[in-house]
């Protein structure tokens, strides 16, 4: 059989592309010819230097000139395998017609009310019907997908890269360049729902000494998590973006998640994989993921959330019940090399010859 070519779209979300830059790393390996399309600026981002693979600056936008481009990109590729909503419904507009299968991968779902939900379940709908096979990373995704119309929706749970977040090797440091010396110390991603988390703030600001919570990563709500915490003087600060939240949570006495997005998941997989005891809103599949290995708390619900911080700081036996708890839930989680394996897995029952290929024409929504 000849060299199987493969084109991976991104759309730029942090926690879906440390995932693709393993996968492609894995798959040249394998002898597989990939190529990944992501927005200008991401290669270096992405790791992708180091992966062997071949990279092409595709705008995420979905205008006729960014399709255009990401079709071009795709010719003569036996699979193209998209990241995230908004690359699956870029994918299957650039590849309709072609006969090119779509495998779409559901790293997290995206979250939203009124005009701006409906859109978005219309773009699940899209992705969903485009794919020949959806892979959901939880139970709660692939069934998502299915109710949007995927003819093939499966299981396949992500490993955390190898040596991704190895951690940082001086937690004093960390802690002090924070100013998180003499006090314990929280760490979150931007999410949606960060009003939750700014609430919650609050609260465990009455606590002696009072935590300081670091928050990772920038994007469009940094700006409105700046000005709160500036306006309401809140014992929280942003903390780099996210190839830091090793490092961060190697020194933290506590993981706090408190709404939906794309950091939640990998935060949470790398705070159990680090023995960080997790509190969690149940939401984008947590509990599935962490299974009793975190304190869960009702999505929205800020005087939970805090009193579950608070109850955690106050009880070192309980903490350490689950530190142990998340590194046994870790242990279990598929490996980088087996993960990498039931992606190819996959590609090879797509990419069959055309006599025995599978119907892979993307549905008319």
Do not use: N
Not at 39 to 46: F, T, V
Not at 201 to 210: E, N
Not at 269 to 280: I, S, T
């Amino acid at each position: 059989m000849s060299q199987l070519r493969t084109v991976q779209v991104l759309g730029g979300g942090a926690g879906s592309s440390a995932r693709v830059s393993s996968l492609a790393a894995g798959l040249v390996a394998r002898g597989v010819q990939v190529t990944v399309c992501a927005p200008a600026g991401s290669c270096r981002a992405h790791g992708l230097p180091a992966t062997g693979a071949r990279f092409v600056a595709v705008p995420r936008r979905s205008d006729p000139a960014a399709v255009a481009a990401l079709r071009t990109a795709c010719t003569g590729a036996d699979i193209v395998h998209a990241h995230g909503l908004h690359a699956a419904v870029r994918a299957g507009i650039a590849l309709s017609g072609r006969g090119i299968p779509l495998v779409v991968t559901w790293h997290t779902r995206a979250h939203a009310q009124g005009a701006r939900g409906r859109f978005l379940r219309l773009l699940e709908r899209r992705a969903a019907r485009a794919a020949a096979v959806v892979l959901g990373t939880s139970w709660e995704l692939v069934d998502r997908a299915r109710r949007r119309g995927a003819r093939d929706a499966r299981l396949a749970p992500a490993a955390i890269p190898a040596g991704r977040f190895p951690g940082a090797l001086d937690d004093g440091k960390a802690r002090a360049e924070l100013g998180a010396v003499g006090r314990p110390l929280l760490v979150s991603v931007a999410q949606h729902g960060h009003d939750t988390l700014l609430d919650a703030a609050r609260q465990w600001g009455t606590l002696d000494p009072v935590p300081l919570l670091a928050v990772v990563g920038e994007g469009p709500r940094s700006g409105a998590l700046r000005r709160r915490i500036a306006d309401e003087g809140l014992p929280v600060v942003l903390a780099g973006g996210p190839d830091d939240i090793g490092d961060l949570l190697a020194a933290a006495d506590i993981a706090v998640l408190s709404g939906c997005g794309e950091g939640g998941p990998l935060l949470a997989r790398e705070a159990l994989r680090l023995g960080v005891p997790l509190v969690a809103a149940r939401a984008d599949g947590l509990p599935e993921l962490a299974g009793d290995a975190a304190e869960f708390v009702p999505h929205g619900d800020a005087g939970a959330l805090a009193g579950a911080v608070v109850r955690l700081l106050g009880d070192p036996g309980l903490r350490e019940r689950l530190a142990d708890s998340g590194r046994a839930q870790a242990a279990s989680w598929p490996t980088e090399e087996e993960t990498i394996a039931h992606v190819l897995s996959v590609y090879d029952e797509l990419a069959q010859p055309p006599g025995g290929r599978p119907d892979v024409s993307p549905q008319r929504v």
